[in-house]
């Protein structure tokens, strides 16, 4: 595959990517529907193994596609011990589409198989919104900061969501991800919000708070992961694809939850909050400088910090 031309290796990359999408989605419909038929609990809980094997398929065939055709090098670095049988909240930059591929392909299977916290408007596309329903991804509506002062009730829709989910996942192993910039960073995106940050986009806590909230009893604590596309400082789905991105860094380490952060009521208590937040931004600043370090060509760094021993390839 390494012959094949930059623009040639995508094209051939997606429809890769299509045709294992369709054959995936043949058996998920009456995998699903028998997850549908079943009340909800223990019955159908154990109804999603079957949607969740065909996920872990498609996932492991997909980044076998994309790595296999781009020849993209994934240097992974696990700060903690395997622990497939979990229960974690995953937080995470996102620059491009590639992150989703590069979270499945570096935690799977050394940790729960993830589950994202996605946008409602996915829940309609075909196959992907019912894989998505299938395994119990929160739909968040993600309403505008002027929408829920217009309407403070909307701000509970998300909770309510998230809440839904982790009623299922205090139940079965999981890496609940939430991209907490609730975006992709781009440097437009950095402009319009006015980043303070020279990678990512300021990071809103909400989710994250609302899962660790919602699963504190039973949660073995918070992964971060941290994605930097090595000498490429504007990474795209596509430019990987096309093999223009010979080197990705990620890094997963083990955060326990803060002492400050073990009791409170993110939407009820404003101190809580304040400190939820605080959390999250000084964790935010120091990812952003690390990503920096590594995506910017001029910077002789091409890793993390503090290798673990056993880094390695992915």
Not at 283 to 300: F, S, V
Request: aromatic letters at 8%; one cysteine or more; hydrophobic letters at 45%.
């Amino acid at each position: 595959m390494t012959a094949l031309s930059g623009p040639l290796r995508g094209v051939t990359a997606i429809g890769g990517l299509i045709g294992l999408t369709i054959l995936c989605g043949i058996p998920l419909l009456p995998a699903s529907l028998v997850k549908l038929a079943l009340p909800a609990g223990r019955a159908r809980d154990r109804a999603t193994a079957m949607p969740l094997a065909i996920a872990k398929t498609w996932a492991r065939s997909a980044n076998g596609v994309i790595f296999g055709i781009s020849g993209t090098r994934v240097h992974y670095q696990q700060q903690m011990a395997d622990d497939p049988d979990g229960r974690y909240v995953l937080i995470s930059n996102h620059q491009c589409w590639a992150d989703v591929m590069l979270l499945i392909k570096a935690i799977d299977p050394r940790l729960p198989f993830p589950r994202f916290f996605i946008k409602e408007q996915l829940r309609w596309m075909p196959v992907i919104g019912l894989a998505c329903w299938a395994l119990d991804f929160p739909f968040m509506k993600r309403h505008s900061q002027a929408a829920i002062e217009n309407n403070p009730s909307l701000r509970d829709e998300d909770m309510h969501a998230v809440r839904r989910a982790c009623e299922v996942f205090r139940r079965l192993p999981v890496s609940l991800v939430n991209y907490a910039e609730g975006t992709r960073s781009t440097p437009a995106k950095r402009a319009a919000a006015d980043s303070p940050y020279r990678t990512l986009l300021p990071p809103k806590a909400g989710g994250t708070a609302f899962a660790v909230n919602a699963m504190r009893d039973v949660l073995d604590g918070i992964l971060d992961m941290t994605v930097a596309y090595i000498d490429t400082p504007e990474p795209k789905f596509w430019d990987l694809l096309c093999g223009r991105i010979p080197e990705v860094a990620v890094r997963v380490r083990y955060l326990a939850v803060p002492a400050a952060l073990a009791e409170g009521d993110y939407g009820a208590d404003p101190e809580y909050r304040a400190r939820f937040k605080a959390w999250l931004r000084e964790l935010w600043a120091n990812k952003d400088a690390e990503i920096a370090a590594i995506q910017d060509p001029r910077d002789p760094r091409r890793a993390f910090d503090d290798l673990s021993a056993g880094a390695g390839s992915a």
